[in-house]
């Protein structure tokens, strides 16, 4: 009997999800002390709110570690998954962002934005000419490591001709859309806000224009085939069928629109109404 409820104990640590609680932060990492702590109600990135954080569904604290004269004020956020926390990464750094899900930072004058495994995390210098100190992020992403899995993957879109720094995830939260634009989805945004998406822009080899995929997962192939229906149906109101390629194919505005079912996801892809191989290449989405 005794084996037994052990067992099912092993099975049930097995089986249910991870532990979501308030993200805590270290008292103390190297020569590094945590001074102040509390709930980060009311303190946010620049350019971020409550609104954008709660559509990631973060919690957060924030804190100040000093080391002698050296201050670095941190805020962390921890998310239900790595991919929610990479989405809340690419809504907030807005410079050159670099790295993969799970791991990728974004550098800004005396700051910078870390995304790591489920967490998110913004470090900010004190004092005229500080810097971000590398071995509090160092610190920081050695005790994080402890409390979940912080592996790192790419994004499910093809990497040929990849913008890398592009890549955007967004939650099933219409609230974390935001103000995004994207040029010539504009018929459909009423139809896709809302959804999860994964988003990333391409290059066109010996073009200065770029391509624009978005990946819709859906949970069903009724699902699948209804969002489907209903973007056709938006841009052929819109626009005009572009007969020349096998996918459904519109002309709206200076975009050629192509829409694609893939394994349980559509993908919606935008590109310049002079690209001749658009067509083509929109067709290798779901290849990857």
Known sequence: M???????????????????????????????????????????????????????????????????????????????????????????????????????????????????????????????????????????????????????SDIPLPIDDRVLGSELYIPPDGRAWGELLLPGLEPVMPLIRGRAAWIARYDIRDAKAQRLLVSLPMRSVEALKALEAGIIERYATEGTADEDCRLASFLWRTYIIHILPGKGRLFIAVVPARDSEGCAWAGRADDE
């Open 2 to 152: 005794k084996h037994s409820v052990v067992l099912i104990g092993m099975i049930c640590a097995i089986l249910l999800p991870r532990q979501f609680a308030q993200a805590q932060l270290p008292q103390r990492l190297g020569a590094w002390e945590l001074r102040e702590n509390e709930a980060a109600s009311g303190k946010y990135p620049p350019r971020m709110d409550a609104v954008r954080f709660d559509a990631f569904g973060a919690k957060r604290v924030w804190g100040v570690y000093r080391r002698a004269r050296e201050e670095m004020t941190v805020l962390l956020a921890e998310c239900e998954t790595r991919e929610r926390a990479f989405g809340l990464f690419g809504a907030a750094a807005q410079g050159m962002r670099h790295g993969i899900v799970g791991d990728a930072f974004s550098m800004e004058r005396a700051a910078q934005h870390i995304h790591y495994g489920p967490f998110y995390l913004y470090i900010s210098a004190s004092g005229r000419g500080a810097r971000v100190a590398e071995d509090l992020i160092l610190g920081l992403k050695r005790a994080l490591f402890n409390r979940a899995d912080c592996y790192a």
